[in-house]
């Protein structure tokens, strides 16, 4: 089986400082993984690298693209690797504001994607960003609304509407929940682990909050220092944790 | 006169302006920056379509001046007077005399001719700017010809008015490459940028850009299949001349709410009525508007 | 199906001081297709972290632990992934879902999980639900907000809602009352008598004298027994 994503020897530098220095992992199609570390620990800066957002100073992201078979992202040319962001990939940022068209309704958020690889027919593209408003659980009704009329927790559900309308098969998650209260953040897992399963998407998840890798996520990378510290399955990492740092991260964890 | 250089700019100026045309001219569509000068005038008064009019007048031209279609309105005036004392070219109402047009929100409705040359004063060339304020990042767009983004303005319009109610500064696109704007002109005339036998040139003095339209260029104006592009215009005929064919103005003209439509093209209308054509606001003709 | 070899296993305290605890010592077992396993001895011995390592869910670091033709201690995560999904169950003593999902959903995420159809899983879900005695209204209900003993049946019921083929059951009788417990013990005879080679900790020693077959006593293999429940990391 070749894995959607392979990751090799990804090195980002800022000046002297280390962003994240030679990653590397295979995600494999379905496959859900977590990065998680504290605040600067560099998963940031993983997460933008591989999702073609940054140059890293070294290394390769290895996608398998429908058309073409595994091909390096980080030496792709630029329209290849913007067309994969819009179509392969989708990037669910941490702030609705951040992915979102504040001033553009609802569906023109959601039909945005559609629009961009060249669909015409108003009549379709409305269909199916009411059919997106609904998986997600928004009221088919506020179509014409724009998000500024939305809650938070609304608004990160439309930003993955927009994400997934063109049926990506790799997603880019930063701290998806963060920002949420607790009740808003459970429905939002919930819909996300169900989408994940239903469109068999492979994604990854960065987040500092080990609850939601434990709930979405199948494979676990800890980072420290932008490195790697400790990978494996979710919850062998979050149970049996090996390395100094994962066990510090484990036990600072609050209990309810 | 003696005062100033001809036609108010410089030579290395104008010689500047020109290179940014031809570049405009070899892409077209395609927005070329140049270093817009300062004009006397204020910016939004035209004082993009001036410098690109000073840069390739000669003193053998005809030239006229239209405000959203008329002649006789202030801007019209005042920049036809300025090239009158700058550089002391012929000036004509008659849009078959001229061979520089210079305008504001019109296309005449004469069809233009491979003599002529029409000027437009731009003030904001970039289609996607409403919805992308990053420049730098709708520069990209037009390199990697991502114009998505100018759908979801006219599906914004749809859904908000059923139909897409953009009537003016309606994008189009140029040969199949860039997506453009085409100025304020009315929706009305989008039709008549394609496949026109004059060279059509735009300026943005405060934004500095040119662009423009060689001859016979294609064009098309964006829409979808379910909702396709209507160049509309107010189902009226002109109360002055009675012309169907031509962009109407409403007129308000007594303080009871009395209306007036009539051709926005001055001298389009002027000369039919030469001609004797009569419209319905003239007593004697049966319906009054 | 299910056979250990020279397996060890030791925690290191990296923020204690580095303390390494050995804990488990070279276990070496095997479990045939329809038969049941019981593991016993003192709590704290080690019988949950036995399990659990056969689960991939603690490292171990040495020996061998085949499941099916997959060494699981030698394993890529989707391989693990994988077996877990299709071969190996199992039934943990506390039940951990995503909130808001209703029962009924949690039952057949295993199956959905497979590939079965919606329907189909919930038909095994609603049926297994019913015969473990859930009142039908509790369903469509998060089980997060059930009782102790409720949420241990709808563990039970997600467990064995697939036929895996080699099963763990940690306590899945406990805090049951007799009618309940007499079904999950035909659930696990029924398991056995398809096959299923079945690992399972009862300290319910009836329940362990009807089902199991044979018993192992991890106390032998545990060298310093006594205070390892407490030092042991917290899990989350």
Known sequence: ?256 | MSEYNFAYLDEQTKRMIRRAILKGLAIPGYQVPFASREMPMPYGWGTGGVQVSAAILTPEDTFKVIDQGADDTTNAVSIRTFFERTAGVETTTATSDASVIQTRHRIPEKPLTEDQILVYQVPIPEPLRFLEPRESETRKMHSLEEYGLMHVKLYEDIARHGHIATSYGYPVKVEGRYVMDPSPIPKFDNPKLGDMPAIQLFGAGREQRIYALPPYTKVVSLDFEDHPFEASKADQVCGLCGASDSYLDEVIIDDAGGRLFCCSDTDYCTGRRALGHKGPAFPGSEAAA | MIELKDVSKTFTLHNQGSAVIEVINDVSFNVAPGECVALTGASGAGKSTLMRMIYGNYLTQSGSIIIGDLDIVRAKPREVLALRRDVLGYVSQFLRVVPRVPTLDVVADPLRALGVAPDEAQERAKFLLAQLNIPQRLWSLSPTTFSGGEQQRVNIARGFAHAYPAMLLDEPTASLDATNREVVLSLIEDAKERGAAIIGIFHDEAARARVCDREIDVSAFTPSFDTLEQSKVPAI
């Open chain 1, 1 to 256: 089986m070749t894995p959607l994503l392979s990751v090799q020897g990804i090195t980002k530098h800022y000046g002297a400082h280390i962003g994240c220095a030679d990653v590397a992992f295979d995600l494999y199609p379905g496959e859900v993984m977590g990065i998680v570390g504290e605040s600067g620990s560099g998963k940031s800066t993983l997460l933008n690298c591989l999702a073609g957002h940054l140059a890293p100073d070294a290394g390769q992201v290895v996608f398998d693209t429908r058309a073409d078979g595994p091909k390096d992202t980080v030496t792709m040319s630029e329209p290849e690797r913007r067309m994969l962001g819009r179509t392969d990939w989708a990037f669910v940022h941490q702030h609705a504001r951040d992915g979102l068209r504040m001033g553009v309704s609802a569906g023109g958020n959601v039909g945005e994607r559609l629009m961009a690889v060249g669909d015409r027919h108003y009549g379709d593209i409305r269909g199916k960003a009411t059919d997106w408003l609904e998986r997600v659980e928004i009221d088919a009704g506020r179509v014409d609304d724009r998000p500024t009329t939305f809650s938070g927790g609304m608004q990160q559900r439309l930003q993955i509407a927009r994400n997934l309308v063109t049926g990506p098969r790799l997603v880019f998650m930063d701290e998806p929940t963060g920002g949420l209260d607790v009740s808003v953040q459970a429905r939002l897992l919930d819909l996300l682990r169900g989408l994940v399963r239903d469109m068999g998407l492979s994604a990854i998840i960065v987040t500092h909050d080990l609850a939601v890798v434990r709930l979405l996520a199948d494979r676990l990378l800890v980072m420290k220092s932008g490195r790697v510290v400790e990978a494996g399955l979710t919850d062998q990492v979050l149970d049996d944790p090996q390395h100094a740092y994962s066990q510090l991260l484990v036990s600072s964890v609050l209990q309810v």
